[in-house]
């Protein structure tokens, strides 16, 4: 079976022969072949050609190849890439200790056997492919585990850990934070006398009208069932309060429709509050707050933004 051609490899080595030995060897395995004949031009030609392969010999003039392989592993886009260390010198344990303190993946001596040069290099593709397959699935992981399914926004865990970053950085800039909280009017209606595929229906669409009209730099998320959540960054009450009404008209002017139900209007109760505020100095505190205002949005006749004001007499849980 024909190796699979794989990209491009550079081959560093003063010695033309020997870098002609190392192409013919490897003709089936790479693509595309970058010579450098010292430390000093392979640098240049790994930042210029980002090569996903190297092999490198030692004993060269100018920067040897310690110094190069040190120097690609001190970059970001040098530290996974594979290197082949090749030493012209026998009985080279002392070389070989080095070049792997210096993070060399492989090493071998010259004249090397074509095949073992060969398998070596499989070997190591092998285990970069791997690499890469393990990074892409932590990477699909690490998303899966911050959005909400069914909507794709973030979920309540990505909004807490967001929110906490930002208000870390706003204890040093004494900024101020507008938190909303929207819930869905009537929800359980579209869900029993509809069907649970109207309700997400439903819910896909609002998430993404939201998604439509938040700004850059705003917070949204879905906070679970029927409630959405949005911060809103160094922003003050009257600000806060045009925004929070942006959001709800927009979804009270939306004609919702689809398979699964008859056309149908939706709108939005909003609870806000604003951090810090009185009592409101944590963000369970704020979530609280916002969650009280929503309270009273729902109790005052639904589909209308209250923004929650603290009154030293107040408890702090009105809820
Ligand atoms: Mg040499």
Redesign the pocket.
Same mark, same amino acid.
Do not use: H
């Given at each position: 079976m024909a190796a699979p051609i794989t990209g491009k490899v550079l081959l560093v =080595?003063?010695?033309q022969q020997?870098r002609l030995a190392i192409k013919d060897a490897l003709r089936d395995t790479f693509s595309i072949f970058v010579e450098a004949d010292d430390g000093l031009s392979a640098i240049k030609a790994f930042v210029e050609e980002k090569p996903g392969f190297i092999i490198t =010999?030692?004993?060269?003039p100018s920067i040897n190849g310690y110094r190069f392989i040190s120097t690609i592993r001190n970059m970001e886009e040098g530290r996974d890439v594979p290197i082949i260390m090749l030493s012209?010198t026998k009985n080279s344990l002392k070389k070989k200790l080095t070049g792997f303190n210096l993070g060399a993946s492989d090493f071998l001596i010259k004249p090397f056997d074509s095949e073992e040069l060969l398998a070596r290099v499989k070997s190591l593709l092998r285990m970069r492919n791997l690499m890469d397959e393990l990074k892409e699935k932590n990477a699909l992981l690490e998303k899966l585990a911050v959005t909400d399914e069914l909507t794709g926004l973030h979920n309540r865990r990505h909004f807490f850990e967001a929110l906490r970053e930002q208000l870390a950085l706003g204890l040093r800039h004494n900024f101020k934070l507008a938190c909303l909280l929207l819930d869905i009017d009537f929800f359980k209606k579209i869900n029993d006398t509809c069907g649970h595929m109207a309700g997400d229906d439903v819910l896909r669409k609002i998430g993404a009208l939201l998604a439509s009209c938040k700004r850059e730099g705003e917070l949204l998320a879905r906070f679970g069932g029927e409630e959405f959540i949005i911060c809103l960054f160094n922003t003050d009450s009257e600000n806060a309060i045009l925004a929070a009404d942006r959001f709800r008209n927009l979804i009270k002017s939306y004609s919702f429709s689809s398979s699964f139900y008859p056309a149908t209007h939706i709108t939005l109760s909003i609870g806000l509050a604003i951090y810090p505020q009185g009592a409101v100095i944590s963000i369970d505190e704020l979530i609280k707050a916002a969650d009280s205002a929503l309270y009273r949005s729902k109790t005052e006749g639904r589909d209308r933004v209250t923004l929650y004001e603290w009154a030293p007499s107040s408890t702090g849980n009105q809820s």
């Open positions: =080595d003063d010695s020997a =010999d030692i004993e060269m012209g």
